[in-house]
């Protein structure tokens, strides 16, 4: 008695935290009101200290580059110096042990928080996990970390079909030039290196900073809360091909009697966004079934949003949504929000089967962002690090993907603009929209007079100067409609299409206008401010 005593204290003592006990499911499938996790002293005071240990960790990790040179000139990496870090660890530990112990003990002393320790470790201890016994324990929101894995793409997924996405997390991108020619720019390249792995990765990811997860920790438990209790929502861990746990909430609309809801949306978040608090509300509002994740290091998900784990985490999220969930390629949409771009067009590349791709307040390449955001001194080390680390080229990958396109420019983006909003003909989207028309209709954008038009479309986002535009140049939309079905009819859909031989270029002109309006949509808002369901539509196609 007194040994199973002692082991249970222990699983305490190491036992991921409890943050809510959501309501169970009713007959009728609805699930009942849930309640947080009231803590008692001793794991409140536990916590707290833990908490703020954690936290004073990160912030130091992230003031690394100026810390570091403070302690060698402070003296601390003599011998003497050495010697005052060791007994400071010493304090450390003795403060932090009893901390772990104090935790243990409240732990231990609340029976909800004993019972969830039994129902966690029958879970853990099965060899083959018991669909009860694992509904049962997905009634607790605790600590990711313990969360059984409930798809293993090396076990079940397509694993191998994309394993030369599995490359180590800081490869630097190689180039023709050999070493003799490297060495004048090996200070560049050391200085990029250690900028980028100390602050320069959360500048572009900040929602992979623990100090920013502490903030909005209370939010994103209430947002998870909202979606597993209120819209039925399941949560889930997929493991990627590179280990990685990547956490997952699914609602399923299938049986909601819409059409929408046949089709499943795959939403990809920005770079300080959460699939709790993040863009999956917008295609839910619309009836369709949603698959939200959260990039590696964000919340539950393990790891660090890499480019290369990116690729792994979204390649296992949509094995899962086709082999767990039973979605076909053709019904997944994938929805993505800045810098989800990234991981969605990979994705739309590689399975160019799927429904249809919208992109929302993205851009082009992350490298033009990069620059105009940083101090001019700092050029040539911010090209070689984004180029090396973190090249995000949304471009190259989006062209490679022929279905269904709309891009969503913000009318008032101040983050993807490389000016600022007042110019919205440096939001980088433009960008991304011409480098799609280039590739997708050559001989249209070859011609002066449309591409010069289509400059000028860009350059404004108020509609009475695109109406301007089309009634100047006289845009029929069933003409234009007409001579695409005629070119497709007697050619070819696949892209790119080579429209336009015989065209003068006017009717050139004519369509390249028609086409923008297909492809982009206007929405009067900020970078941040949620895109409305009611304007959440699917692309247009031929």
């Given at each position: 008695m007194a040994s199973e005593m002692l082991k249970q204290l222990w699983k305490c003592i190491r036992g991921p935290g409890l943050y809510r006990i959501h309501g169970e499911l009713s007959a009728d499938g609805l699930r009942l009101a849930g309640r947080d996790y009231s803590k008692n002293s001793p794991e409140t005071i536990g916590d707290f200290?833990?908490?703020?240990?954690?936290?004073?960790?990160?912030?130091?990790?992230?003031?690394?580059?100026?810390?570091?040179?403070?302690?060698?000139?402070?003296?601390?990496?003599?011998?003497?110096?050495?010697?005052v870090l060791m007994r400071t660890s010493v304090y450390l530990a003795v403060i932090l042990g009893p901390a772990y112990c104090i935790r243990g003990l409240g732990r231990f002393n609340n029976v909800v928080y004993r019972q969830f320790i039994v129902d966690l470790t029958r879970c853990e201890t099965q060899v083959k996990h018991d669909d009860d016994v694992k509904?049962?324990?997905?009634?607790?929101?605790?600590?990711?970390?313990?969360?059984?894995?409930?798809?293993?793409?090396?076990?079940?997924?397509?694993?191998?079909?994309?394993?030369s996405t599995h490359v180590s997390q800081l490869t630097v991108v190689s180039d023709e030039t050999g070493w003799m020619e490297r060495i004048p720019y090996l200070p560049v390249d050391f200085l990029a290196y250690i900028v980028f792995s100390s602050i320069g990765k959360y500048m572009v990811f900040p929602g992979a900073a623990g100090i920013l997860q502490a903030g909005m920790f209370p939010m994103l438990t209430s947002g998870r809360a909202k979606l597993i209790e209120s819209n039925k929502g399941v949560r889930a861990k997929v493991r990627t091909i590179d280990n990685n746990g990547i956490d997952t909430l699914f609602i399923d609309n299938r049986q909601s009697g819409d059409s929408s809801g046949k089709k499943l949306v795959i939403c990809c978040e920005g770079n300080a966004a959460f699939y709790e608090v993040g863009c999956m509300?917008?295609?839910?509002?619309?009836?369709?079934?949603?698959?939200?994740?959260?990039?590696?290091?964000?919340?539950?998900?393990?790891?660090?949003?890499?480019?290369?784990?990116?690729?792994?985490?979204?390649?296992?999220?949509?094995q899962y949504a086709v082999t767990h969930l039973?979605?076909?390629?053709?019904?997944?949409?994938?929805?993505?929000?800045?810098?989800?771009?990234?991981?969605?067009?990979w994705l739309a590349q590689q399975y160019p089967d799927i429904h249809a791709v919208i992109i929302d307040a993205s851009f082009d390449d992350l490298l033009p962002l990069a620059v105009s955001k940083m101090p001019p001194l700092l050029?040539?080390?911010?090209?070689?690090?984004?180029?090396?680390?973190?090249?995000?080229n949304i471009a190259d990958q989006l062209v490679k993907y022929p279905g269904p396109v709309r891009l969503i420019k913000r009318t008032m983006d101040e983050v993807i603009t490389t000016v600022g909003p007042e110019y919205p003909d440096t939001n980088r989207i433009n960008d991304l929209l011409i480098r799609l028309f280039e590739y997708r209709y050559p001989n249209?954008?070859?011609?002066?007079?449309?591409?010069?038009?289509?400059?000028?479309?860009l350059t404004t986002c108020e509609t009475h100067d695109h109406n301007a535009l089309l009634q100047l140049n006289q845009v029929d939309v069933d003409e234009c409609l007409d001579t695409l079905y005629d070119y497709v009819e007697n050619n070819s859909k696949q892209f790119p299409l080579h429209i336009g031989d015989r065209l003068s270029s006017e009717e050139k002109t004519r369509l390249i206008l028609f086409l923008v309006v297909q492809?982009?949509?206007?929405?009067?808002?900020?970078?941040?401010?949620?895109?409305?369901?009611?304007?959440?539509?699917?692309?247009?196609?031929?």
């Open positions: 200290i833990l908490g703020l240990a954690s936290f004073l960790y990160s912030l130091s990790y992230g003031c690394s580059p100026f810390l570091i040179p403070y302690m060698y000139r402070g003296g601390y990496f003599t011998y003497e110096g050495l010697y509904l049962k324990l997905k009634q607790y929101d605790f600590h990711f970390s313990h969360w059984p894995v409930d798809f293993d793409i090396n076990v079940t997924g397509d694993a191998d079909k994309h394993v509300s917008t295609p839910q509002g619309r009836g369709f079934s949603v698959l939200g994740w959260n990039h590696p290091g964000f919340a539950g998900s393990s790891g660090f949003p890499y480019p290369s784990q990116e690729i792994n985490a979204v390649n296992a999220v949509f039973g979605f076909r390629h053709d019904d997944i949409v994938v929805f993505c929000w800045s810098i989800g771009g990234y991981p969605a067009t050029r040539p080390v911010i090209v070689r690090a984004v180029s090396s680390y973190m090249n995000l249209l954008m070859s011609d002066e007079l449309a591409k010069e038009t289509l400059l000028t479309w492809y982009l949509t206007h929405f009067p808002g900020t970078h941040c401010s949620p895109f409305p369901s009611s304007q959440f539509t699917l692309p247009w196609s031929l």
